[in-house]
């Protein structure tokens, strides 16, 4: 079965400080992993994802995410937090064996910015 | 990309009664999910819906509870039947329009059941 588990409920981090929002995965086949942001009120938005190739890889806002095979994660990461980055983070992976249009969401991270 | 927008984006409603979710896109799409986000939780699908076939549902839903239409390649509804407090979620549309994986969401219904 595909999952994917975000162990924080909440990460805070200064503005200007690097932030890591953590996710690891479990999957049958090769991982098609990503990240989606929801801001308050706000439908979910795409900002990135892994399929093949380099293992970092670079989205929306100024994100990036480092795909492990070998610690089967895909941590995501930006190197200078903004309060607006403040959202609720969901990794996710698609389900590539048994049925390519369903992803499976992690429970989310809420991430603080504080000024 | 794809603009969706979903009525209403809130309700509440009585225990025992049903409510229809609109969810309309700019564009053709082949394909429509609906999600459930249930509060504090993560979002599940329920259904995938096509134009001209019946949705198809995942583990735990049912088209009794809840019914989809897709009249068109730009519109879906979801009812959500016979409610009870444990239906209070947000209910979310979205598509993948190019295929890859970028999923575009509306902006939600969240439904309160009392």
């Known amino acids: 079965a595909q999952s994917v588990a975000q162990p924080e409920d909440q990460v805070n981090v200064a503005e200007g400080n690097p932030l890591t929002v953590k996710c690891t995965y479990s999957v049958s086949g090769n991982p098609y992993l990503f990240w989606y942001v929801q801001y308050p009120n706000r439908g979910l938005q795409f900002l990135l994802k892994y399929i093949t190739g380099d293992n970092l890889v670079k989205g929306s806002y100024g994100f990036e995410a480092e795909f492990n095979k070998s610690q089967t994660s895909f941590h995501l990461k930006k190197p200078s937090a903004l309060v607006s980055d403040s959202a609720l983070y969901f990794c996710a992976v698609r389900d590539v064996r048994y049925n390519f249009n369903k992803f499976y969401f992690g429970s989310g991270t809420k991430l603080n910015v504080k000024p | 990309s794809a603009v969706i927008s979903q009525k209403p984006s809130r309700d509440i409603c009585q225990r025992g009664t049903s409510l229809t979710i609109q969810c309309q896109v700019d564009?053709?799409?082949?394909?429509m999910f609906w999600y459930r986000q249930q509060p504090g939780q993560s979002l599940t699908l329920i259904a995938t819906a096509n134009q001209g076939s019946e949705a198809t549902y995942e583990s735990g839903f049912v088209i009794d509870k809840f019914p989809i239409s897709r009249p068109n390649l730009t519109f879906s509804t979801l009812t959500v039947s016979n409610m009870s407090p444990e239906d209070s979620s947000i209910y979310l549309c979205?598509?993948?329009?190019?295929?890859?994986?970028?999923?575009?969401f509306g902006e939600g219904s969240r439904l309160t059941v009392l």
């Open positions: 564009s053709q799409v082949t394909m």
């Open positions: 979205s598509v993948d329009p190019s295929a890859t994986g970028e999923l575009f």
